[in-house]
Nanobody, 129 residues
Framework: QVQLVESGGGLVQAGGSLRLSCGAS????????MGWFRQAPGKEREFVSA?????????YYADSMKGRFTISRDNAKNMVYLQMNSLEPEDTAVYYC?????????????????????WGQGTQVTVSS
């Protein structure tokens, strides 16, 4: 089994930055892709970004996050990060870290949440205007 724990959420003013962290433990050898998703109040969960955990160096972002968010990983520490800059009130949501046994390739963006087997509990990000 794999456990994922997010941290780093909080309250920030519009235009500010936050760095989310996700720590993985357990059978991490089952993970090939790590992703970030978010869910705003009253909305469905949506894809934010994905990165290979092993087996490649692909990175994908949702269009609205390109240029503002940066995903990265540190395999030695079993950590994945999401650096969020130029935050907007519309970025207010619970952010979830997820792990998938699917390998991220040039043919897929990692945006399908059904491909993720492991989920963290989420961390709240609130952006005030």
């Amino acid at each position: 089994q794999v456990q994922l724990v997010e941290s780093g959420g909080g309250l920030v003013q519009a235009g500010g930055s936050l760095r989310l962290s996700c720590g993985a433990s357990g059978h991490t050898f089952n993970i090939y892709t790590m992703g970030w998703f978010r869910q705003a109040p009253g909305k469905e969960r949506e894809f934010v970004s994905a990165i290979n955990w092993s087996g490649g160096d692909y990175i994908y972002y949702a269009d609205s996050m390109k240029g503002r968010f940066t995903i990265s990983r540190d395999n030695a520490k079993n950590m994945v990060y999401l650096q969020m800059n130029s935050l907007e009130p519309e970025d207010t949501a619970v952010y979830y870290c997820a792990g998938s046994r699917y390998v991220l390739t040039e043919y897929g963006s990692g945006a399908n949440e059904k491909e993720y087997d492991y989920w963290g509990q989420g961390t709240q990000v609130t952006v005030s205007s």
